[in-house]
C-alpha cells in the first residue's frame, strides 16, 4: 500500500520519523532508524536531528554503503556523521558496517565485507523501526541496483546485509536486502524532480526486477510512505 505526500519539506519529514521513533521508544524502550546517503537527503538530516526525542536510545545505520574509506567523498558513513549525527542527535549510536576498507575489492575481499557488516549488525533488533530509501532515476533504491552483480543475492537474501557491484555508478557496495526492507515497521520513499516522480509512476504500477524499488512498492504486504517534493 502506498500512503503519498506531494509537496513534502524535509521539515514535515522529520516531524512524521521524529514521531515513529518517539513511539518505537514508548513500545520498546529503544529505535533503530535507517537511513540512505548521497546529496538529497542532507537537507532531512538537519531537520531531522533537531527534533526533540531520546536520541540516547536510538540506533542509526546505514541503508547502504560505498566500500570507500570513511574519510572518502562519496562515504556515506562521514555524510551522516557531518549532517545527521549532531546536536541533539549526537546522542543516537552509530552502527558502522566495517572500520577501513581499500576501494579495490575482490569478490573474495567483498564477501569478507559483508560478513563483517552483517556480524555487527547481529547486535541490532529486527525488524528495524524506520526506514528512509531514495531512488535513482534507473529505479535503484538502496544499492539494489538493476541487473547488477550481487542483485538477486540481495533480493533473496535474509542478510541483512548483501554486497553488490553496479555497473552503472562507482565503488561495489553494502546494502540492506529487499527482504530487510521489506519487514521495517515504518517506510519511507522520499523522491523530488519530474525524472524521478515519472521513474516513481511507472515503478508503481507493477514489480519489475528492472526497476528495484517496485518490488517495494507493489510488494502487497508492504506499506511505503513516499514524500514526494
Given at each position: 500500500?502506498?500512503t503519498e505526500h ?149 533480493l533473496t537474501s ?63 504486504a508492504c506499506t ?6
Amino acid at each position: 500500500m502506498l500512503t503519498e505526500h506531494t509537496g513534502a519539506a524535509p521539515e514535515q519529514i522529520a516531524q512524521q520519523l521524529a514521531q515513529e521513533l518517539r513511539s518505537a521508544i514508548a513500545a520498546r524502550g529503544q529505535a533503530t532508524l535507517a537511513v540512505s546517503g548521497g546529496k538529497s537527503p542532507i537537507a532531512l538530516f538537519e531537520q531531522l536531528r533537531q527534533q526533540v526525542l531520546d536520541w540516547s536510545q536510538v540506533t542509526v545505520l546505514l541503508v547502504d554503503e560505498r566500500c570507500v574509506p570513511h574519510d572518502h567523498a562519496d562515504s556515506n558513513t562521514a555524510l551522516v556523521r557531518e549532517h545527521l549525527l549532531q546536536g541533539p542527535a549526537s546522542a543516537a549510536s552509530f552502527a558502522s558496517l566495517f572500520d577501513t576498507v581499500c576501494t579495490d575489492l575482490n569478490d573474495t575481499a567483498l564477501l569478507d565485507l559483508v560478513a563483517t557488516a552483517n556480524h555487527r549488525l547481529s547486535a541490532i533488533p529486527f525488524p528495524l523501526d524506520v526506514v528512509v530509501l531514495g531512488m535513482g532515476e534507473d529505479g535503484h533504491t538502496a544499492s539494489l541496483f538493476p541487473a547488477a552483480p550481487g542483485l538477486d543475492h540481495a533480493l533473496t537474501s535474509e542478510g541483512p546485509m548483501a554486497g553488490v557491484r553496479p555497473t552503472s555508478a562507482p565503488h561495489a557496495r553494502l546494502t540492506l536486502t529487499l527482504p530487510v526492507l521489506l519487514a521495517a515497521r515504518h517506510l519511507h520513499l522520499s523522491i523530488a524532480g519530474d525524472a524521478k516522480r515519472k521513474v516513481y509512476e511507472a515503478a508503481a504500477k507493477a514489480a519489475n526486477p528492472a526497476l528495484p524499488i517496485s518490488l517495494l512498492l507493489n510488494h502487497p504486504a508492504c506499506t511505503v510512505q513516499v514524500w514526494i517534493a
